[in-house]
């Protein structure tokens, strides 16, 4: 895919050949117009052309064009929300994933047992890709994966979490667990 340059100037982003074009246009039509003046009027020519050629753009800066947004590789309803006390018997349920509220310390984890589902989508997302996310406990939107981490069943603490907005988390063996980390769309952007 060609990828169009896009350059920064006095502060708007305008296309490279865009620019080129309207700099060789403004040339051309100085020249059109001191051309017959300088036949006419010797000393009118010489101080257009001075002012021509001390002329300066101001300086211009590249702007990399922003990705585009990623599909949803998965679209997911939140079954509800909950702390994690009541995390257990909501994910039991088997309902589907579950938004666990651990503190404004903590992202918030959307969790979902594997035999429930949970290995099915969680485990099949890698950096870059999309997800939908919408229901109770979650603001609706998508989101990009930002990191995949892994750690040990019943014994990865909070801390061992990617640091995101929202950690996705199943297990993916009897001795292993995958964190997703999702940022919303224009967050993950910014970043």
Known sequence: MKRSRVVNVGGAPVMYAVMCAALCAALAAALFVVRPFAEAAPAASTAAMSALESASLPDATFVEPEAPVPDARFTRAVMGP?????????????????????????????????????????????????????????DAGRYVVTEVGYGERRVARFSDMPSATMVLQTCISETKIIMVGLEPVSEARAA
């Open 82 to 138: 909950t702390t994690m006390p009541g995390s257990g018997v909501m994910l039991d349920l088997c309902r589907g994933p579950v938004a666990i509220d651990l503190g404004d310390t903590y992202p918030l984890l959307i969790a979902e047992h594997d035999y429930c589902g949970g290995s099915a989508w969680i485990s099949q997302l890698s950096e870059g890709d999309g997800v939908q996310l919408g229901g109770e406990g979650v």
